[in-house]
T-cell receptor, first 114, second 113 residues
Framework: DAMVIQNPRYQVTQFGKPVTLSCSQT?????MYWYQQKSSQAPKLLFH???????NEADTPDNFQSRRPNTSFCFLDIRSPGLGDAAMYLC?????????????FGDGTRLSIL | GQQLNQSPQSMFIQEGEDVSMNCTSS?????WLWYKQDPGEGPVLLIA?????ELTSNGRLTAQFGITRKDSFLNISASIPSDVGIYFC?????????????FGSGTQLTVLP
């Protein structure tokens, strides 16, 4: 049974048109992460929430925002998608940030930009 | 940011052969994780390693946490067609922002019948 659920699996949007990707989890984990993964590359961390505390990676563009209204849900908002934002977006969760608490990934949302 | 050197980048093997891949770093990690990613799917955790020198198996998979804490390897024995995919190592430190995962660049495995 899926524990980290991402919707939709595929998303197409127009250049410059805001888009929101969603992630939900049934694990009751404290931490939720958003990664961007481009073809043949490793996932790249964009930001994470520890409970309600938001932690942005230094090189994440301002175009990317996130919201976590409750423990179970986390959203990735791309305010003005550019062609370079076409990628797979992966959500992950972990119980905490300690080393013995691995991250569990969803199946991702593949975003295409027209 | 920190880099993990994962090798080989790709492998083509015959069904039934054993496979070995590894990751090295110039920095110490406290946790090593191995993930497998199928096309169009998210990474799935295969093995987690928490102690230097630890050797852990999961079916036909065996992984070791290097004694120096700067490397890890993954072995797959008697490969089968469903082993095809991209294998990522990931390392994690225990403090500060470096608690986030650092991923290797992946090993693309192809198993030929």
């Amino acid at each position: 049974d899926a524990m980290v659920i991402q919707n939709p699996r595929y998303q197409v949007t127009q250049f410059g048109k805001p888009v929101t990707l969603s992630c939900s989890q049934t694990l009751n984990h404290n931490v939720m992460y958003w990664y961007q993964q481009k073809s043949s590359q490793a996932p790249k961390l964009l930001f994470h929430y520890y409970d309600k505390d938001f932690n942005n990676e230094a090189d994440t563009p301002d175009n990317f925002q996130s919201r976590r209204p409750n423990t179970s849900f986390c959203f990735l908002d791309i305010r003005s998608p550019g062609l370079g934002d076409a990628a797979m977006y992966l959500c992950a969760t972990s119980r905490g940030l300690e080393g013995n608490q691995p991250q569990h990934f969803g199946d991702g949302t593949r975003l295409s930009i027209l | 940011g920190q880099q993990l050197n994962q090798s080989p980048q790709s492998m083509f093997i015959q069904e039934g052969e054993d496979v070995s891949m590894n990751c090295t770093s110039s920095s110490i990690f406290n946790t090593w994780l191995w993930y497998k990613q199928d096309p169009g799917e998210g990474p799935v955790l295969l093995i987690a390693l928490y102690k230097a020198g630890e050797l852990t198996s999961n079916g036909r998979l065996t992984a070791q946490f290097g004694i120096t804490r700067k490397d890890s390897f993954l072995n797959i024995s008697a490969s089968i067609p469903s082993d095809v995919g991209i294998y990522f190592c990931a390392g994690r430190r225990s403090s500060g922002s470096a608690r986030q995962l650092t991923f290797g660049s992946g090993t693309q495995l192809t198993v030929l019948p």
